[in-house]
Structure formats: structure tokens, C-alpha cells
Nanobody, 123 residues
Framework: VQLQASGGGLVQAGGSLRLSCAAS????????MGWFRQAPGKEREFVSA????????RYADSVKGRFTVSRDNAKNTVCLQMNSLKPEDTAVYYC?????????????????WGKGTQVTVSS
């Protein structure tokens, strides 16, 4: 599967962005999907994940209540709605696909990564 993340940009603190991850090559329904981010000088960290059918979701404590992950298997896309953004959310955001049995999902289970999209939150 090939993944392409989009929707990043520059936003003021308190604002919102919606990231999308488009899949091609194989149906995204075959995969559990995750969002990760990497800030300058830091390691890539888990942000959110959604099971292959969409019935289960997980969030990092730092984004709970502000971010919402969703998927539309018919459109082969996964989205991350990010509200109440903070400067510390600034990072390159990546989507990743893992075998549907890889739950709960973490970076070690990712089989395919998309190119990242930059999110910058100004104070």
C-alpha cells in the first residue's frame, strides 16, 4: 500500500487543521491505521490510531479531547481532525498502515509509512 498524507499548514494556537491520508495500491480496509508525529530533535511519537473497521480508536494523552481520528474505507482515506492546536503540536505528521491484527497499534507494527505533512502552530 502507498500512503500520502496532506492537509498540513500554518495555523495560530487554538486553530484547527484536518489531515488526510490517502491510500493506493491496496484497500485501506486491510489495515489498522495510525498517525505519528516527529518534532525537530525528537523521536517519532504516536498520536492516534484507528482499527481496520473503525470500531476502536486510541490517542496519545497529549491530544485526547482535541484530536479525532476517522476513516472512510469506501474512499480509502483516514483523517485526523485537530482542534485547539497548541505550539507543542508543531511537527511533521505521518500516517502509517499496519496489518489489521496489529492492535493496539504502535510504530513497530507499521508496515508502510506515508510521506509526512508539516504542521506548524504559532503562538
Amino acid at each position: 500500500v502507498q500512503l500520502q498524507a496532506s492537509g498540513g499548514g500554518l495555523v495560530q494556537a487554538g486553530g484547527s487543521l484536518r489531515l488526510s491520508c490517502a491510500a493506493s495500491g491496496r484497500p485501506v480496509s486491510s489495515y489498522a491505521m495510525g498517525w505519528f508525529r516527529q518534532a525537530p530533535g525528537k523521536e517519532r511519537e504516536f498520536v492516534s490510531a484507528i482499527s481496520w473497521g473503525g470500531g476502536s480508536t486510541r490517542y496519545a494523552d497529549s491530544v485526547k479531547g482535541r484530536f479525532t481520528v476517522s476513516r472512510d474505507n469506501a474512499k480509502n482515506t483516514v483523517c485526523l481532525q485537530m482542534n485547539s492546536l497548541k505550539p507543542e503540536d508543531t511537527a511533521v505528521y505521518y500516517c502509517g498502515a499496519a496489518d489489521r491484527s496489529s492492535w493496539p497499534l504502535n510504530s513497530r507494527g507499521i508496515d508502510a509509512w506515508g510521506k509526512g505533512t508539516q504542521v506548524t502552530v504559532s503562538s
